[in-house]
């Protein structure tokens, strides 16, 4: 009998959570969907939603009037290496804050994360004169410093937070053992840290990925990522929706395949310490 | 983990090879920021013709308008020297070649025959008598009209109509059970949407930006005629949410069937008339933008030019590039290619003298559009600006957008027209006044 | 506990990202003080000199400005609770047991991969048109008349375009959070028969409000710098002008680096005012 209304209460709860997940990711699949119609068809009125002739022309075109593979592979190397340099800068600053803290540590977090609260746009000027000085426009490696230095505070604070939940005294045995600090960080606290640093890592990239405002404006041809990429396909003057559509899913698709096959790393993580 | 190292590892793997693909290259490459227009698209696919022809590689930074427009103007402003063509327009180019930071195009050669570019397009592209943008392609705005649907309505349209039969044909046309509008104009808020087409009809009722002391003219009747008309036309004849309509939206409206009219811009016929996109390819006829009589018309002037910044290293090279793009011969190969209905129109006097080209249904229409109008001269007063939907001085994008915003909500019933003029007048005296013209 | 030496290798390994950061704080913002007292107009020429605080009072004094601070909070607090309070009740759905939780997961939170310019055309173009948008196209389905959004509900319909890309977010955080709540205690609640909205209000709400202060906090970082979402779909027209966007028309379209710089000042002043107002309310929980 239990069981019965168990199992009932289940197949209702199945049905609400599809449902709600359907009308959210619709957007999305409508998109995906709109990058195998013709222009004319893209605009039907009434939309047609699946008995449409599907082609490949909108990818043909794309692929033949962008280089596609150096858009993909800047913002790849863009979006990993400046999570990485992050990450690698803020070990050791999220270990101390964690393991020795002080009485000014939480204020330390918070002005951290207040330097993300300059408006971007405000600086554009002084920063693109900066990087003229500096001779770093349009420079791959430019950009990975400076997302890396969007993305700082963030990932100092999750670190923290991970390093937060190890217990001491493994930290205080290792110690015992006569580790050194670095041998202490590299073989003790970082493998037991490693689904909060993966995830970390994930929450940045996408973050990363998805910066559209540095990225467009300190770019032109070597460095351009993505971004650059959906800038030259939205609103020219005449049809676009479906080739908007592919170059849409073409520069989601590689992070959203990504983020599918590690949500299950970014659930477990994605917790900012707030699990206790 | 292993995902991350691994897309980490194929990223390292792709940079290396489209490095090697770049150091293969020819020794000299030009870049070149364009916009993502259809023409533009075509001349980028013809980019190998052209390194075939000279040796020269061309690397593209193809964006959408606004962003384009960010760009360049933010490398240029700051000698960036990111690019060495640069696609700008009409309002762009005269102040940039006052400032110094165009190449002048003093030294094109005996066979591009510059002279043969259309007057009132070289005209907007110079400063003080100095070209300083070759133009790529020019436009006008014009009416667009289903041939089908004005016969219905028992109407006939006039080569020069008034704006007054145009109301009255749009209230005509105009089938709300069907999804028919009469009428599809621009009122999307921005200086090169909305405020473009609004600018421009309001100088054929007489109206202006500024008078000769540049003082804001938004409290005058002109004006306050030129939105009435205008709102008041759209409310009964146009379509739903035209305060968010812009060129693209107004496009797939008319191709769908939904316009009976649309004025803009005079490339926008070879969209209509391309019965690939629209299945009332057929029944589309072309007039001159309406006026009220007064001397003036409502179309505006328009080019895309290319232009070199000074101070590239690449000078040489992008001189050769801008007048292969602007050539004759240029046009020719892509009539030769793909019809005359898709050369780049506007910017030629022989193109329009040409016989093939002539056989194009918009094509003397398109070049009786362009004649009208007259940067110069737009108004019906005085005024101390030169440009027609635009006054050619550097506050007058960030002025013009605001405007426009300000009438955008009035048509969405945000606020009155008298509100929004009145703010109008406060936000372009006040910029005036902080820029030292009052 | 710590000793004095392993303070003093804290200080170290806290040193570069601290300095990194000091740097890229300072420098920017010393420039946006030097460039906000001065006229710096870009297509003029540049620099034009000292102006004193000339910009500060245009910038503030002008009547796009109190407008566009209370479209900033109005965004910035709509995201917040719709956020929130639907991601609460997905993660409770989420939590309880289903077929295929793994997959409907993925369809939730694949907004939060798209790039907010991308999402922004999608709505905008293939939603929210009020003649070709799929949302008009119910509305007439059911015999409505459809939507104008973006003329009609400008500031409503940002909030709607911003609230998908971050409730994937905010669902993920609080479902990890439940997740981690004891099941014991609650089947012990249920048998004592404390009805579902006690419960809820005395045991799941509690053990949440960690995570909501962690939502809140990351979300307001990002939706006071939402830009994207406007320029795409209104330009700022219709009220949807935030302090953000301001700044943007100052320094990018009227080409005023100097007003803009000001205006950027501003903003930084109105952001500390945030933070401090929502550490006062949620920065207790951040203590623990």
Known sequence: MARAVTNQRKALNTVIAWSIGFLIFFPILWTILTSFKTEADAIANPPIFLGFDWTLENYAEVMDRSNYARFLSNSILIAGGSTILGIIIAIPAAWSMAFVPSRRTKDILLWMLSTKMLPAVGVLYPIYLLCIQLGVLDNRFALVVILMLINLPIIVWMLYTYFREIPGEILEASRMDGASLKEEILYVLTPMAVPGIASTLLLNFILAWNEAFWTLNLTSVDAAPLTAFIASYSSPEGLFFAKLSAASTMAIAPILILGWFSQKQLVRGLTFGAVK | ?438 | MATQSSRSAARIMMAPAVFLLLVWMLVPLGMTLWFSVRSYLPLRGGDQGFVGLENFSRFISSSAFWPAVQTTLFIVGGVLVISIVFGIMLALLLDQPLWGQGVVRILVIAPFFVMPTVSALVWKNMFMDPVNGVFAHLWRFFGGDPVVWLTEVPVFSIVMIVSWQWLPFATLILLTAIQSLDSEQLEAAEMDGAKWTSRFAYIILPHLGRAITIVILIQTIFLLAVFAEIFVTTGGAFGTRTLTYLIYQRVLESQNVGLGSAGGVYAIILANIVAIFLMRIVGKNLDK
């Open chain 2, 1 to 438: 983990m292993k995902m991350v190292s691994r897309a980490l590892m194929g990223a390292t793997a792709l940079c290396a090879i489209s490095g090697m693909a770049l150091a293969d290259g020819h020794a000299t490459t030009i870049t070149i920021a364009t916009v993502n227009n259809g023409d533009m698209i075509r001349m980028q696919g013809y980019t190998d013709q052209f390194t075939e022809d000279t040796g020269i590689s061309v690397e593209w930074v193809t964006l959408e308008e606004n962003v384009l427009r960010q760009r360049v103007t933010t490398d240029i402003t700051t000698n960036g020297g990111q690019f060495d063509i640069m696609t700008i327009g009409m309002y762009e180019t005269p102040i940039w070649g006052a400032n110094g930071w165009l190449v002048p195009l003093d030294g094109l050669s005996e066979e591009y025959n510059v002279d043969d570019i259309l007057p009132a397009m070289a005209g907007g592209l110079s400063h003080d008598g100095t070209l300083y943008a070759a133009p790529f392609y020019g436009e006008s705005s014009m009416v667009m009209y289903r041939t089908d649907l004005m016969e219905a309505a028992g109407l006939e349209m006039p080569d020069a109509p008034t704006w007054e039969f145009i109301a009255e044909a749009a209230a005509a046309m105009t089938d709300r059970e069907n999804d028919v509008n009469g009428i599809c104009l621009r009122g999307k808020p921005g200086w090169g949407e909305g405020g473009a087409f609004i600018t421009a009809m309001s100088n054929s009722f007489g109206a202006r930006w500024f008078d000769e002391d540049w003082n804001a003219q938004f409290d005058t009747e002109e004006w306050a005629n030129t939105l009435n008309f205008y709102n008041d036309m759209m409310q009964a004849s146009g379509p739903a949410g035209f305060a968010t309509n812009g060129f693209t939206e107004n496009l797939n409206l008319f191709n769908q069937g939904l316009c009976g009219m649309w004025i803009d811009a005079t490339v926008a016929a070879s969209f209509v008339t391309n019965p690939d996109d629209s299945e009332y390819a057929d029944s589309v006829g072309f007039a001159l933008a309406p006026d009220n009589g007064l001397g003036r018309r409502s179309n505006w002037l328009w080019a895309w030019a290319l232009a070199i910044p000074a101070g590239t290293q690449q000078e040489e090279a992008a001189m050769t590039f801008l007048e292969w793009a602007t050539s004759t011969d240029y046009i020719e190969m892509v009539a030769a290619n793909e019809g005359w209905a898709n050369v780049p129109p506007g910017a030629r006097i022989s193109l329009y003298e040409n016989p093939d080209y002539q056989a194009v249904p918009f094509a003397q229409m398109t070049l009786d559009s362009i004649l009208s109008a007259d940067p110069n001269n737009p108004t019906v007063d005085p005024v101390p600006y030169v440009g027609v939907q635009f006054a050619a001085i550097p506050e007058f994008a960030g002025i013009a957008t605001e405007v426009s915003q300000e009438f955008s909500a009035a048509y969405a019933g945000q606020q009155t027209i008298e509100e929004a003029l009145a703010t109008a007048q406060a936000i372009t005296n006040e910029a005036m006044e902080a820029a030292g013209y009052r």
